[in-house]
């Protein structure tokens, strides 16, 4: 079985979906059950919500949370948010087939209260999940995202090429497979971004739809990071090759730091990029970054 984890952005706890998600304990039970499992999160309507199903993730373990009793964690792992979210009903049918059982769709909410955390068939699970990844995972996308055989390997090209429901089949290896994440995660950085480097401001692209811009992360993922665009910024070649060596990062007020024993300080002076309000937005964990610059 699989899981449903209901959150909101204005969420009482203080947690970060992509790593943890906090509940009372009433739901431990539950929640217990899906450890070393997936899961999809919900956004309820209340507290201006989105009504739909906006990422996946896998729970690593359960822990009491310390400092609120009555309260325990899901240490999460795998995060990868939808690019676009999944309406909670589709086509006037739910995908929870729970609900379905439900004789007065007035009453789903009524149905649903108490069970923020509750379990799902896996086939429910992989329908979601592959709605959540369908931009990703379009041949139309592929030259954009860099999912075109000249970039893939095997085993990659296969799940690409298999039909939908071959692939809800195999999502859980589609979820896990790089060079889809690494997809996901241009197409979002892309997007937020506009496809102009964040340094140069430079936007270019080739015919195939496919920009210059790389979507960098800010935290890297070897060291945890998720792929998620708040940790991603869109950088042309040079300057993501840099900026992964911490030759450049950028300070706390956003302006462009560079190694002072390297050349790239005559390069890039000390400003603020054009782009510094998408910044200022999207990129919350420049800090991070900016630690690994000034230790390295």
């Known amino acids: 079985m699989k899981g449903i984890f209901d959150t909101k952005r204005d969420s009482g706890y203080k947690d970060d979906v992509a790593f943890r998600y906090l509940f009372p304990k009433q739901y431990r039970r ?127 090209q296969e799940l690409l090429d298999l039909p939908l429901i071959e692939q809800e089949r195999r999502i859980e290896q589609i979820l896990m497979n790089r060079k889809i994440r690494e997809a996901s995660f241009r197409r979002k950085v892309g997007d937020a971004y506009d496809s102009r480097c964040a340094i140069t401001g430079l936007r270019i692209g080739n015919g195939g739809g496919r920009s210059e811009a790389q979507a960098a992360h800010i935290w890297s993922v070897a060291d945890g990071g998720p792929d998620v665009a708040q940790n991603g910024i869109a950088l042309s070649a040079t300057v993501h090759w840099l900026f992964d060596r911490h030759l450049i990062s950028l300070t706390g007020d956003y302006r462009i730091l560079a190694e002072s024993g390297s050349n790239c300080h005559r390069v890039f002076r000390s400003e603020k990029p054009d782009i510094v309000s998408r910044l200022r937005k999207l990129a919350p964990w420049h800090k991070i970054h900016t630690i690994c610059f000034l230790e390295a």
């Open 30 to 156: 539950t929640a217990e059950t899906l450890v070393s499992d997936w899961i999809v999160y919900r956004e309820p309507q209340r507290n201006g919500g989105r009504r739909a199903y906006v990422a996946t993730a896998k729970v690593v373990a359960i822990e009491d949370d310390p400092k609120k009793p009555g309260h325990a964690y899901a240490v999460m792992a795998e995060y990868q948010e939808f690019h676009e979210p999944v309406p909670f009903v589709r086509h006037g049918r739910y995908w929870e087939t729970p609900l379905l059982s439900v004789a007065d769709p007035t009453r789903v909410g009524a149905f649903l209260q108490g069970k923020s955390i509750r379990v799902i068939p896996e086939t429910d699970f992989a329908a979601i999940a592959r709605a959540g990844l369908s931009e990703t995972l379009a041949a139309d996308n592929a030259i954009r995202l860099e999912l075109d055989p000249k970039h893939v390997d095997g085993p990659t």
